[in-house]
């Protein structure tokens, strides 16, 4: 069966935002987006989607701004700090291959709203569409629900036509109805003034809509039926507001949206951009199945001489966190990286060619250049990086070019013994000047306490 899930970016991200806890990479504040990126990769394992699309609201002033010159006026200016997360948002959906949407004079919800009802007619078998607004409830049927949060991001709720009954008191076709009665505060339109929920409620048990409602003002209680003629143009503007356009003038490819994959090597490139250590994890685990991502001493150890043994005279040294193991430091390790010449990254795709995930090939972001490919060699991830460039924090806040320099492996190298093999690993001192230059600060006070107590330990 297949399924769309239609994300509401704006919605998403603003909700994110408020519910992580600050978090910076960089010097760049990155808890929306992290916390968007989360949700996406929660809605794909939750729902399962065959397509996916995601939806923003742009910064123009949309049509209803200009029926009512006060919608939406209440609301306080988006927060520097959010806004300047909404472009890294749309790269990640970009990067995952998940088409982006947006439109000037329109919002989110119209584009949505178009999506959806051009979906369930010619091309898909369900929508869901992930959002925090209840707006969108209008557009509930038995083929197109919501996807709510209810607390934070985690916890989430699907609302089809019983759910939005029972929360709103009204079929989601008349959603648009009760909202011309009884406006909306979010969104700063009144509706009829003096009419309440429960005045609506009683209204549409004998009135199904808005326009029969005024069809019959003949048969209402004089008190209400004042009310109802006093706020008419009030009502009526706001029944234009809160109605969601289906037939926005737009382009989209409904085909597209099923080639999104989150093993795109984009994912990866991104992901080291904006600093996701912790979601590029989570996604490498999800492509690439049952990857051990703690493993013990012992278990690196044994993939560490298969290695070792098979790029035996070859120029490379195992680096990161896993050469610091190896040499008796206290590290967390969840893969193994591969520091290399060009010639020998590229003879890895033949040398581990049936533990290939990621052929080896040129690759560059705006922290690394490299010929980098992926391997997973008894369930642990092993990355080949070959003649590897970092741009180091200076000249990534100075906008300087790359440094020319190529870090020089027969410089950097110490060899241990494992398991009567001799393995070529980066010295302590160089993984220490590379947590400076990847900002990896935790990392690199952890080392620097431990490789201090094991210098002073050979003074003495």
């Known amino acids: 069966m297949s399924k769309l899930v239609l994300i509401d970016g704006n919605a998403i991200m603003h909700r994110a935002f408020h519910a992580m806890p600050p978090l910076t990479a960089n010097g760049q504040p990155i808890n929306a987006v992290y916390g968007f990126t989360s949700m996406l990769l929660k809605i794909i394992e939750d729902l399962e989607p065959t397509h996916l699309a995601v939806c923003f609201d742009r910064k123009e002033p949309t049509f209803r701004k200009k029926i009512y010159e006060d919608y939406q006026a209440h609301r306080p200016e988006t927060d520097k700090d959010l806004v300047s997360q909404f472009s890294l948002a749309k790269k990640v959906s970009k990067a995952f291959g998940i088409p982006v949407y947006d439109k000037a004079g329109f919002e989110a919800d119209d584009l949505i709203g178009t999506i959806s009802q051009k979906a369930v007619e010619h091309a898909v078998d369900e929508v869901v569409i992930v959002t925090g607004d209840k707006d969108q409830m209008q557009l509930v049927t038995d083929k197109i629900k919501l996807y709510m949060p209810i607390r934070g991001l985690s916890n989430a ?58 069809k019959n003002l003949d048969k209402i209680d004089p008190s209400v039926r004042k009310k109802l003629n006093e706020g008419k143009e009030s009502g009526d503007v706001s029944y234009d507001l809160a109605k969601i356009i289906t037939d926005v003038d737009f382009d989209f490819d409904i085909a597209k949206m099923g080639e999104w994959d989150l093993g795109k090597p984009e994912v990866e490139q991104v992901f080291d951009e904006i600093g996701f250590r912790t979601l590029k994890k989570r996604v490498q685990k999800k492509v690439e199945g049952d990857i051990n991502d703690n493993p013990t001493k012992k278990e690196l150890e044994k993939v560490v001489k298969l290695i070792a043994k098979k790029l035996k005279g070859k120029s490379y040294a195992i680096r990161g966190t896993a050469s610091l193991m190896l040499q008796g430091f206290d590290m967390e390790v969840d893969d193994i990286d591969i520091l290399t010449d060009k010639k020998t990254a590229l003879s890895c795709n033949k040398i581990f060619k049936k533990y290939l995930q990621q052929e080896v090939e040129y690759s560059e972001s705006d922290k690394y250049k490299s010929y980098y490919g992926k391997f997973i060699i008894d369930k642990i991830l092993v990355e080949v990086m070959g003649e590897w460039q970092v741009k180091n924090q200076e000249s990534r806040i100075k906008n300087q070019e790359w440094s020319k ?8 190298i110490t060899e241990v013994e494992v398991a009567n093999e001799k393995v070529k690993v980066t010295t302590a001192e160089h993984e220490l000047e590379m947590f400076a230059l990847e900002g990896r600060w935790n990392a690199l006070h952890k080392l620097k306490k431990q490789v201090e107590e094991k210098n002073q330990g050979v003074l003495f």
């Open 157 to 214: 709720k699907l609302f089809g036509p019983k759910e939005v009954h029972k929360k709103l008191g009204v079929e989601p076709e008349q959603v648009i109805d009760l909202k011309a009665l009884i406006g909306d505060p979010s969104d700063n339109y009144k509706g009829v003034p003096g009419i309440g929920p429960v005045t609506a409620e009683k209204l549409f048990k004998d009135h199904k809509t808005y326009r029969q409602i005024y």
């Open 405 to 412: 320099k190529i870090i020089p492996i027969k410089n950097i």
